[in-house]
């Protein structure tokens, strides 16, 4: 079976990921923004895949919220989009969204990109809607801001 190399190359698919060193200091910078806030929160990263890299729980957070934090990254890793642009298609009258299998329509799920393409996810549970989403985007944002150090 003597194949061209290019045509090799041709049959697999080559992607990124976030590494759980990458995962960890999403979480660290997304623990401190809700620290410095006073908010008690979980986080999770998940890799391009929605499978999770490094999951976090603040002792005082709820018990409920490392499983909302997982179900909000893998929404947006899975769909490409922040998680809470889908709770805003359901709030504009599309409920259809709701059908998606997986999907957790609810803000605080952000993808984690890198060169622009998305590597994985980081979704944030306990400070509430928006605030979820400040924190989530804080945390990716200090992802990218690894890259230029």
């Not at 697999?12 to 660290?28: M, Q, W």
């Not at 620290?35 to 005082?60: C, F, H, K, P």
């Not at 996810?121 to 801001?145: I, K, P, Q, T």
Request: glycine share 10%.
């Amino acid at each position: 079976m003597n194949r061209e190399p290019e045509k090799e190359w041709n049959d697999v698919l080559l992607k990124r990921s976030v590494s759980l060193s990458g995962a960890r200091e999403v979480i660290h910078a997304a623990q401190r923004k809700a620290q410095e806030n006073g908010w008690r929160i979980s986080v999770a990263v998940v890799d391009r895949a929605g499978e999770v890299v490094a999951l976090e729980r603040n002792d005082a957070a709820i018990g409920i919220s490392p499983t909302v934090a997982l179900a909000k990254a893998r929404t947006a890793a899975l769909l490409e989009a922040p998680s809470g642009e889908f709770e805003a298609f359901i709030n504009a009258g599309q409920p259809s969204f709701l059908a998606t299998p997986g999907v957790t329509p609810l803000e605080g799920g952000i993808p984690l990109r890198f060169d622009g393409e998305i590597i994985g996810a980081v979704g944030v549970s306990g400070a509430h809607g928006a605030n979820d989403s400040a924190v989530a985007l804080a945390a990716a944002a200090a992802l990218v801001a690894l890259r230029r150090d």
